[in-house]
């Protein structure tokens, strides 16, 4: 159960993309679509942006997009705004009723 | 709405014993797989337990496994987690989600415990 490989941080301007990703093993992300993406802004609970690799929760604008390549995913988010600026993380299914979390991404809007 | 509310956390000292408790409320809580996710300060979120909606599949992380026991009670719309052989690096803010489409959909505002002597 070792934790999915992120970023430790990505960084781009207003109105830019910026992409994170999340490398597993077979055993997780390139075994199973599920494959999820969180937003967390400290001291409130994180918010589910994309589940089953790129599909989106109700609420959730299109700007946040998701994609999976054997035992990466991706989480790309366009048309950056202030209010993106969060820590993410990737979350996978890993068999036998287990998840694992990627050790989460900082997002900074410049 | 759906809610999810976490309660129990406080202070223990290492070796002790705590018991989380989780209400739900606003979805048809008999339906649902329910997990445990855990954010210890300064560090990432860690996926802790699974139940699924019977009770029968039961499931923990390894780092957590032998020491905590994960149960629920329908009935009464409520979760509970028991923490046994607390160690300092189980101090973290506890999560009570609900599981949907293989992921977690909503989750509660957390419970705070702190395993200092």
């Known amino acids: 159960q070792s934790a999915l490989t992120q970023p430790r941080s990505v960084s781009g301007s207003p109105g830019q993309s910026v992409a994170i990703s999340c490398t597993g093993t077979s055993g997780d992300v390139g075994g199973y679509n599920h494959v999820s993406w969180f937003q967390h802004h400290p001291g409130k609970a994180p918010k589910l942006m994309i589940y089953e690799v790129s599909q989106w929760p109700s609420g959730v604008p299109d700007r946040f997009s998701g994609s999976k390549s054997g035992n990466t995913a991706s989480l790309t988010i366009s048309g950056l705004q202030a209010e993106d600026e969060a820590d993410y993380y990737c979350l996978s299914y890993a068999g036998s009723y287990t998840w694992v979390f990627g050790g989460g991404t900082k997002l900074t809007v410049l | 709405e759906v809610q999810l509310v976490e309660s129990g956390g406080g202070l223990v000292q290492p070796g002790g014993s705590l018991r989380l408790s989780c209400a739900a409320s606003g979805f048809a809580f008999n339906g649902y797989s329910i997990h445990w996710v855990r954010q210890a300060p300064g560090k990432g979120l860690e996926w802790v337990s699974y139940?699924?909606?019977?009770?029968?599949?039961?499931s923990y992380a390894d780092s957590v496994k032998g020491r905590f026991t994960v149960s629920r009670d329908n009935a009464k719309n409520s979760l509970s987690l028991q923490m046994n052989s607390l160690r300092d690096d189980d101090t973290a803010v506890y999560y009570c989600?609900?599981?949907?489409?293989?992921?977690?959909?909503?989750w509660g505002q957390g419970t705070l415990v702190t395993v200092s002597s």
């Open positions: 989600v609900r599981d949907q489409w293989w992921t977690f959909d909503y």
């Open positions: 139940i699924n909606p019977g009770g029968r599949d039961i």
